[in-house]
C-alpha cells in the first residue's frame, strides 16, 4: 500500500553533456542555437549552453513512470525553476502527498549537482496515479 510520506529512492542521471543536448535537439525537433552554440548562448547573456527544459522534464516524467507505475499514472505537470548546465548531475526524488481512495498525489523534484559539488532545485513537479482494489474472487 502506498500511504503519504512515502519516498522514491533517488535516481542520478549524468553527468548530461552537450552531446545529450544536441541528441535531445534533433528527437525534439528543438534546434534553438542557445541549446549547444556557445557564441550564440553567450550573445543571450548565458555563460554556456544549457539543457532544454523539457529534457529535464522529460527525464523526470521517466522517472515517475518507473516509481509510481506506467499504467497508474494518470496527470504530470512540471514547473521550471532553472537552467541545467553541461556537467550537470540531475538528482531526482519524489514524495507521496496525499492519497484518496485509490488515488496518490506525489510531488516530484529536479535538483543538479554541479561538478564542484553545488545543489540546485531546477524542476518541480506533481503526478498522480490510481491503485485500484483488486477485485474480490466471486467464485
Keep these: 500500500m502506498i500511504a503519504p510520506g512515502t519516498r522514491a529512492g533517488e535516481v542520478r542521471v549524468g553527468p548530461l553533456t552537450r552531446t545529450d543536448f544536441v541528441r535531445y535537439a534533433g528527437a ?22 544549457f539543457g532544454h527544459g523539457l529534457l529535464t522534464a522529460g527525464i523526470l516524467s521517466g522517472f515517475a513512470c518507473d516509481w509510481l507505475g506506467r499504467r497508474n499514472l494518470r496527470t504530470y ?22 492519497v484518496t481512495g485509490e488515488t496518490a498525489e506525489a510531488e516530484l523534484r529536479v535538483e543538479r549537482e554541479s561538478p564542484d559539488g553545488e545543489r540546485a532545485v531546477v524542476l518541480r513537479g506533481t503526478a498522480s496515479a490510481v491503485y485500484p482494489e483488486p477485485e474480490e474472487d466471486t467464485k
Design 28 to 49: 525534439g525537433g528543438d534546434f534553438n542555437p542557445i541549446h549547444h552554440d556557445d557564441g550564440f548562448a553567450a550573445s543571450a547573456g548565458y555563460p554556456s549552453v
Design 77 to 98: 505537470g512540471v514547473r521550471y525553476v532553472a537552467q541545467v548546465w553541461p556537467g550537470d548531475t540531475l538528482i531526482l526524488s519524489g514524495e507521496i502527498t496525499g
